[in-house]
């Protein structure tokens, strides 16, 4: 948001969506021209800002006024309730009752009675059953206060909905809170504001521990303008891709990563700042290439901030203002460990001068030194300490004056001789989860059973962690980053056994943890909360697999490791991170074979293909089956090579050659059929696990008849196809049943459309997609949904198109805008593949809505969509940038958008008229008309107009073939006319 005059503030479409508690399609609707028609009120007036429509606050006030106010002259007359007003109360309540949840006869209940209020304000409005608003009109037993009360916990539910889709990274990748009080860089911190303010990128240089992060959050604290802050600790991070991949899921909805591709457009979107925080101390194994990915991210993007944090000069990083921090001067140093310590104020003030000089201006060490004064009787004591232990003087052979790393490294050689050895442990600990732990795991003994608050204690004193407020009262405790080094580097150096006995016991609670997961979590309806929980702890599960990576001899190591990276597969999948699951999967299977683990190997080479697949990556999915046939030559155990078997299958497929895919797939078939009887019998005899390894042994099979079912639809048997697929869901257990039954419901259903059987088609398409929705699956959600739609042009199933809401809809239309959004992004190549993907599935949510009695969602859906991409890329076809193909799918995609447009002002006039205006209708039909044939009879435009015409808008002639027919007459010069016939 951003001040705009004195006493009003400006406020994007979400921002003004929280404002009011409503949903963004709703604000657009109420600034139709034709609400101001209908209802006399005038509309809701927007601001443009660098292209993006915002809206002011006090206008928000203002109308919102309006709304509450009568509508009406007299009781008597009462308006009709605009249609966009209850469908924003149908998502809002979730289409049932808000009192008892019950999902059949719901209306719109008054919260003040019509007769007092005279108001259809949306806040005057919720969404009850036939009997509870009969218990508020009549009996009077349900009163206005209570229905306020059901209102207002809805309209926190709506709040929270947007909060989330929006503000995601905020959650994941929020900045540190800035520290109070801060001392001293008034210089820098006013440069790096005015750096800020301009946009520049921006690089902070100096010494670890000197103030850089805290310098960036002070900076970051004072800006007012609303942009989304994305912070990378980089240092968390073992992997370029595990770092764009953070960024990828931030800026995606509801924590679904964007594309790749689609990452600059995501970024430029929200006007982020993007901060990296300690580039030069990451563990990563390509710092070139990190630097290489920002130098790419700054050259793609146009409205996104880049800030970096570092030891060293970046000369790669792009960096219109660098700013280096040197010490504090000996005033504010003298602040800083005031502050510090309670001692200061009392101390020789030689004594305290000789302290100050010797931290040199350095924060952090400032920081531990105020804790060695109050550990050893003030500044005479603490160096004393100092000296006594004489640290650097051991440590760098030579040195004859301090500096302010070696400062640092002697306090801390201090403070760390003076903790006590739970203390040390718990230190050696949390120095091995760079993801931070929730304090109150720390509380219920997350090292020691008998709890660690203590000890956490102790480290705070000590300036030695820091906490990471998660909201709600949650937070986070971590390692400052140069204790983590100095700690490690330590317990390696002196007490290496114990050091591994921590790290252990370490992996040994993250392995637990995972394992609570899958089996106290596997029903599909904890997937959303194992998913969130595993998006918390990723950086710490990770951190053990880089553990096993630098100890590839430890086979106990290995084992832990690979199996927790198994578990994260149906993260990667989920949350469309299969780059970097590629990636994560090859290097746990590489470690696996090596250390002789071959059903672990077995299980990630395949993870790896399936990934690698999902991105193309030819070589990675390469490197998979390469793995594959290492496993096929070190056993014989048959669930292992039905495992190979499916790897080649998968390969195979990618590559074009389904027979072979086919025959591979039987043949793991064959393999896990046999184990799956095996295992049957062996229940007999009930051993621990049995039940669990008879689960994985029907998910084995249920991947193979998939995979089969892949294959034959590759090859046009699309009746033996259903038929894999169907034997599939009967075979589909555990923790991944929602996630494997949604995506084979899909391929069943499009069996089904192929073989004619629309119908069944359309539920498979419906049922799928709610699976989807459900576990936030948000890809394949409106890949399901433009499907259902495509289906939709050829039946009519009343009972089906009752069931389809508006959250399912509003959901898929989110998604596919995300979609179009990344396919076709102003200032970037357009790669025809994939946008004629994206274009099928615009046409197919758009069909939907349309059938499905939601057209009025399509309003502020078309008109977002055609001015942040559509809009400027017409602008770039006029400047003669794009060729003829890019000029083709730009076109197809406007008049698709411009004919979803008039669709929502249809719905808009049969709520308010009961009909359809004629010069709408023409004006939509010239539109059809004026479409090329890939989109009229490809995509089979024409035929859904008809249909909408005949189903919707009580149109009975011109049908489809009337419609075709004048299309064929116009373009052969035959004289023809159209006239509309209405249904009598």
Known sequence: ???????????????????????????????RARFAQDYGFGSLQTVDRDGRTCFSRNELDRFSLVLS???????????????????????????????????????????????????HHHDNLVRVCSNCHTEHDLHRSLSPEQLRALKDRLVARTRQSIMLRVRAPLDQLRPPQAGAPFFGRIDELERLETALSAGKSILVCGAGGIGKSELVAQGLARMNDGRPVLWLDVERFSSVGEIMGALRTAVGPEGV???????????????????????????????????????????????????????????????????????????????????????????????????????????LTLRIAGAL?????????????????????????????????????????????????????????????????????????????????DAVATLRRWHLTRERSIGDGVARLDVLAPVRHFAIARAQSESLSDYLVIVGRVVQNFESWVAVMELQYDTPEATPYVLDRYADEVVNLLHVLHLASGRPDDKELVRSATGIVRALMRYFFVRRLHEQGAYVMREAARLAIGAGLIESASDLAMQTIV??????????????????????????????????????????????????????????????????????????ISSPGSTQRLEERHNAVASALSQTGFALLALGRFDEAAIQYRHALQHQRGTSIAVNEGQTKHQLANCESHLGNHEEAARLYLSAARTFLF??????????????????????????????????????????????????????????????????????????????????????FAADLRLHSIDPLKQQIEAGILNAGSKFLVMVADRLLAIAGTVAAAEGELATCKDVDDDLIFRTLGMVCGTHSWLRDGMRLVDWTGALLSRRWGIEYPDASGLREFIYDRRDGVADSLEIRRRS
């Open 1 to 31: 948001m951003e001040a705009d005059q004195k006493h009003d503030v400006i406020l994007n479409e979400h921002e003004a969506a929280l404002h009011w508690g409503v949903t963004p399609e709703l604000l657009f609707n109420y600034t």
């Open 69 to 119: 106010g009568p509508w009406s002259a007299t009781v008597h007359r009462k308006p009709a309730i605009p249609t966009a007003v209850i469908e924003h109360l149908m998502v809002e309540a979730r289409n049932e009752c808000a009192r008892c949840h019950t999902g059949t006869a719901v209306e719109n209940a008054h919260i003040i009675a019509w007769a007092i209020s005279r108001s």
């Open 257 to 363: 990563a964007c594309s790749k591709a689609g990452l600059p457009a995501h970024l430029d979107l929200l006007h982020a700042r993007v901060v990296l925080d300690g580039v030069e101390r990451s563990s990563l194994d390509d710092i070139d290439g990190l630097e290489d990915a920002v130098r790419d991210l700054f050259a793609a993007t146009r409205h996104t901030q880049l800030v970096t944090t570092s030891q060293l000069s970046l000369y790669v990083v792009p960096a219109e203002v660098s700013i280096a921090l040197g010490g504090l001067n000996s005033s504010d140093s003298r602040d800083l460990l005031g502050q510090a310590t309670a001692r200061a104020a009392d101390d020789r003030a030689e004594d305290l001068e000789a302290l100050v000089g010797f931290c040199d201006g350095h924060a």
């Open 373 to 453: 004064m109050d550990a050893y009787g003030g500044s005479a004591g603490a160096l004393a300490a100092i000296r006594r232990h004489g640290a650097a003087g051991v440590r760098i052979p030579g040195r004859r004056h301090q500096n302010r790393r070696t400062s640092l490294e002697e306090c801390l050689d201090v403070a760390y001789a003076a903790l006590d050895d739970d203390v040390r442990t718990l230190l050696w600990a949390l120095s091995n989860a760079p993801g931070g732990v929730y304090t109150f795991y720390l509380d219920e003994g997350w090292l020691n059973d008998a709890g660690d608050a």
């Open 611 to 684: 990934l690698a697949q999902r991105t193309n990556d030819r070589l990675i999915a390469g490197e998979g089956l390469a793995i594959a046939d290492q496993v096929e030559r070190a056993t014989t155990d048959e669930r292992l090579l039905g495992d190979v078997a499916l790897c080649r299958s998968m390969v195979s497929l990618s590559e074009g050659a389904a027979l072979e895919a086919e025959a591979s797939a039987r043949i793991a078939f064959q393999h896990y059929r046999h184990c799956l009887q095996k295992q049957t019998e062996a229940l007999e």
């Open 775 to 860: 576990i936030q699956m948000e890809e394949y959600l409106g890949h399901a949904l433009s499907e259902l739609g495509h289906t939709l042009v050829d039946i009519d199933p009343p009972d089906l198109l009752a069931s389809i809401d508006a959250e399912l809809v509003s959901a898929g239309l989110a998604n596919v805008a995300v979609a179009v959004s990344e396919a076709f992004t102003p200032g970037r190549k357009i790669v025809d593949e994939r946008c004629f993907q994206t274009l099928r599935s615009l046409s197919g949510i758009i069909y939907l809505a349309g059938l499905a009695g939601h057209g009025m969602l399509l309003e502020g």
